[in-house]
T-cell receptor
Framework: ETAVFQTPNYHVTQVGNEVSFNCKQT?????MYWYKQDSKKLLKIMFS???????VNETVPRRFSPQSSDKAHLNLRIKSVEPEDSAVYLC?????????????FGSGTRLTVL | GDSVTQTEGPVTVSESESLIINCTYS????????LFWYVRYPGEGLQLLLK?????QKGSSRGFEATYNKETTSFHLQKASVQESDSAVYYC????????????FGAGTRLAVCP
């Protein structure tokens, strides 16, 4: 059962354009994440938000900026995309501080930069 | 940094055969990592298959098993008899205890089970 929704599923754009990806979770979780899956299929954490507050910001280029309007939403904006941004971006959520032991992932947004 | 290396896919096995997907890890920033296996079935998002937080312990789910071996830094995934419905991509991962703020995944292993 899908509970983390990402849009769009795919996006193709040109170098220099701005893109924005949306993520919404209906699980009532407090913490959300963005991961990037690169061409080698490795998943790397990019950002983590807890109750709209940024708590983890890995070393990502400044053109990436997360945006959270409430704890159920965490969007990702990329200003001026570059070819190396081509990847699958995965959103996830978890329940902060509870006994919950798992992340719930969305199905991903595949970005292709031409 | 932390890293996870797993069997390079695709792996193809016949139904009812046994399976092992190797996973080794290197945890340089986490003293006592938790180890995970995640699975992505076709058309679905990643989901947790099993997790082990203590070295020497074994986790199991849906017929799959994995033992946390700190000496060999391994967390191999095994199943005695696979089914066609096990066809998916399997990811080994390590993370901080009690947190997903430093979660490192392997590259994934695509498994195809033939009827």
């Amino acid at each position: 059962e899908t509970a983390v929704f990402q849009t769009p599923n795919y996006h193709v754009t040109q170098v220099g354009n701005e893109v924005s990806f949306n993520c919404k979770q209906t699980l009532g979780h407090d913490t959300m994440y963005w991961y990037k899956q690169d061409s080698k299929k490795l998943l790397k954490i990019m950002f983590s938000y807890n109750n709209k507050q940024l708590i983890v910001n890995e070393t990502v280029p400044r053109r990436f900026s997360p945006q959270s309007s409430d704890k159920a939403h965490l969007n990702l904006r990329i200003k001026s995309v570059e070819p190396e941004d081509s990847a699958v971006y995965l959103c996830a959520s978890r329940d902060w501080g509870a006994s919950a032991e798992t992340l719930y992932f969305g199905s991903g947004t595949r970005l292709t930069v031409l | 940094g932390d890293s996870v290396t797993q069997t390079e896919g695709p792996v193809t096995v016949s139904e009812s055969e046994s399976l092992i997907i190797n996973c080794t890890y290197s945890a340089t920033s986490i003293a006592y990592p938790n180890l995970f296996w995640y699975v992505r079935y076709p058309g679905e998002g990643l989901q947790l298959l099993l997790k082990v937080i203590t070295a020497g312990q074994k986790g199991s789910s849906r017929g799959f098993e994995a033992t946390y071996n700190k000496e060999t830094t391994s967390f191999h995934l095994q199943k005695a008899s696979v089914q066609e419905s096990d066809s998916a991509v399997y990811y080994c991962a390590l993370g901080e205890a009690g947190s997903f703020n430093k979660l490192t995944f392997g590259a994934g292993t695509r498994l195809a089970v033939c009827p």
